[in-house]
Each structure stands twice: as C-alpha cells, then as structure tokens.
C-alpha cells in the first residue's frame, strides 16, 4: 500500500474550514484515500473515501487531485468536537486491510 | 443500534499472566479486526478475519499472542504469558466485506496495563 505524509499538527479556528492536506504520492491505480479520525481515547471513527471524483457526505469533503497524488479532507464549519488525530490511508479495493500513520492532531479553538 | 462491544475496559495484572480480551462485532458484520495502539507504534493492525477465518495475522507480534473467532458473534485476543511491554490499548473493529466499501467500525477499546 502507497504511504501518505500529513503534517503532525494543524490548528482551526471554531466555525471556519478546517483543509487537512494528505500527500500519496506513490499512490496506484486501484488505489482508494481513506479518512478516519480519533477522538481522545475512542476508537477511530470513518469519515470519508474516495478513488479519483471528489466525495461529499454529512462529516466532510475530500478533494482528490487530478494526478490523485495528494488530497485534502475538508470540514466546512470546525467545531470544538472536531478536535482529534485525523488519518489519511491508502489502500486497495475493500480496503480489508488498514494501515494507519500517524496522523494530523488538528485543534480546534475558540 | 449496539456498536462493537468490547470487553473489559480496563484491565490489570502482573506479568506472567494470561489475558484475555473480548469483543462482539456488530450484528451481520462478516469482517472482524484486533489492533493494538501504543505512543511509540501508533495504532497497528494484529490480525482480521473473513467469516471467522483468519486472513493475515502477520501483525501479530509473536507467539505469546493468538486470536479466535468461534462465531460469527465473538472474538477472543489471548496474550500468555503477558509482558509489560504488551501494556496498550487494544481495539477490535467490525466491518461488513463485500464488493463497494463499507468502513470499518471501532469499540472503545480494552486499556491493559501489565505490571
């Protein structure tokens, strides 16, 4: 599986967009991006994926680049709840198999 | 509807011991996953299972470790003897495998300390 590379921390004023950048740059064709993210103490939570098109749910967006060598995950209006380790993976198909890095520790503030 | 349980919380005891961590999976999920989460290793993947078979265990550490899923409905992570250096947290996660993605879903975590 392709590695990824996020920065270690990013900080986020509460109410405004919160872009967590993600580069795969050896990422394969067949290949998803994968966002998860984990609160203090509880288990990761899944927030989004996506191949190639960009992806919109309740949680968030994720951008995909056109050469899908990097990505950003976007949530629209941060809150103090979002604050959390967020991790970017890449993987195959399913994606029975998840590796995860170590993340960007994104604090959301007042 | 329940999530993944996991069982116990928080457990205890002195090296030499065995240990045994439970989980039951969401209803219908066919996918189960054991990962271990330390500062210095981050979160690893041990072992998962298809339909109750062991697909890749090749994260498992050593012997000292095995995992079984009797049903479709429960999984046992089984450390003896324990170390301190097994002290982590311990996550099982639950996911439904097929053709389109279906993510996977975490429980709370079992917090072993082995003194």
């Known amino acids: 599986d392709a590695k990824t590379t996020q920065p270690p921390s990013m900080d986020c004023a509460e109410g405004r967009a919160a872009n967590l950048p993600c580069n795969h740059s050896?990422?394969?064709?067949?290949?998803?991006v994968y966002w998860y993210r984990q609160i203090h103490s509880q288990g990761p939570q899944y927030i989004i994926h996506?191949?190639?098109n960009n992806e919109t749910n309740e949680m968030a967006s994720l951008i995909i680049t056109e050469d899908r060598k990097s990505s950003t995950l976007i949530l629209p209006h941060a809150t103090l709840r979002d604050t959390a380790v967020y991790y970017c993976?890449?993987?195959?198909?399913?994606?029975?198999?998840?590796?995860f890095g170590t993340g960007t520790r994104l604090q959301v503030t007042l | 509807d329940a999530g993944v349980i996991q069982s116990p919380r928080h457990e205890v005891t002195e090296m030499g011991q065995e240990v045994t961590l439970r989980c039951k999976p969401i209803?219908?999920?066919?996918?189960l996953f054991w990962y271990r989460q330390t500062m210095m290793r981050g979160l690893e993947l041990l072992i998962y299972?298809?339909?109750?078979?062991?697909?890749?265990d090749s994260g498992m550490p050593e012997d000292r470790f095995s995992a079984k899923m009797p049903n479709a409905s429960f999984s046992t992570l089984k450390i003896q003897p324990s170390e301190p250096r097994d002290s982590a947290v311990y996550f099982c996660?639950?996911?439904?495998?097929?053709?389109?993605?279906?993510?996977?879903?975490f429980g709370d975590g079992t917090r072993l300390s082995i003194l």
């Open positions: 996660a639950s996911s439904l495998a097929g053709i389109a993605y279906q993510p996977q879903h």
């Open positions: 050896t990422i394969s064709g067949n290949e998803y």
């Open positions: 996506g191949l190639k």
């Open positions: 993976i890449v993987s195959r198909g399913t994606a029975s198999k998840l590796t």
């Open positions: 209803s219908g999920h066919n996918s």
């Open positions: 299972f298809n339909n109750n078979v062991p697909i890749d």
